[in-house]
């Protein structure tokens, strides 16, 4: 945690289950998370970092402010349930807002 006189930074490391785990490990995963952001102030920053065992390529329209035109492949069921997330939280996938270079 870092703080200055208008808003603390709130670092956290994730990582989240494999998307072939037990629905009910996400479902907890996922209400820890949600427990996690809702209780940082309005003001204040949130970096989430760290592996959300997710593809996010999807309907870019759909999650249009979440996430970006660098996503890669086709979505899984973890990118959908991180999209969610970061939608009702206003969060935004920044790994997803760079394209990679062809090589």
């Given at each position: 945690?870092?703080?200055?006189?208008?808003?603390?930074?709130?670092?956290?490391?994730?990582?989240?289950?494999?998307?072939?785990?037990?629905?009910?490990?996400?479902?907890?995963?996922?209400?820890?998370?949600?427990?996690?952001?809702?209780?940082?102030?309005?003001?204040?920053?949130?970096?989430?970092?760290?592996?959300?065992s997710?593809?996010?390529?999807?309907?870019?329209?759909?999650?249009r402010?979440?996430?970006?035109?660098?996503?890669?492949?086709?979505?899984?069921?973890?990118?959908?349930?991180?999209?969610?997330?970061?939608?009702e939280?206003e969060?935004?996938?920044?790994?997803?807002?760079?394209?990679?270079?062809?090589?």
């Open positions: 945690m870092c703080s200055n006189n208008q808003y603390t930074t709130i670092n956290s490391s994730v990582y989240t289950p494999k998307p072939d785990a037990d629905d009910n490990v996400k479902e907890q995963y996922f209400s820890s998370l949600d427990h996690v952001v809702t209780n940082t102030h309005q003001e204040d920053k949130i970096i989430l970092l760290g592996d959300f997710a593809k996010v390529r999807h309907d870019l329209e759909l999650w402010g979440t996430m970006g035109k660098g996503g890669v492949g086709k979505v899984n069921s973890n990118g959908i349930l991180v999209l969610r997330k970061f939608t939280h969060l935004v996938s920044t790994n997803t807002l760079f394209r990679l270079s062809d090589k």
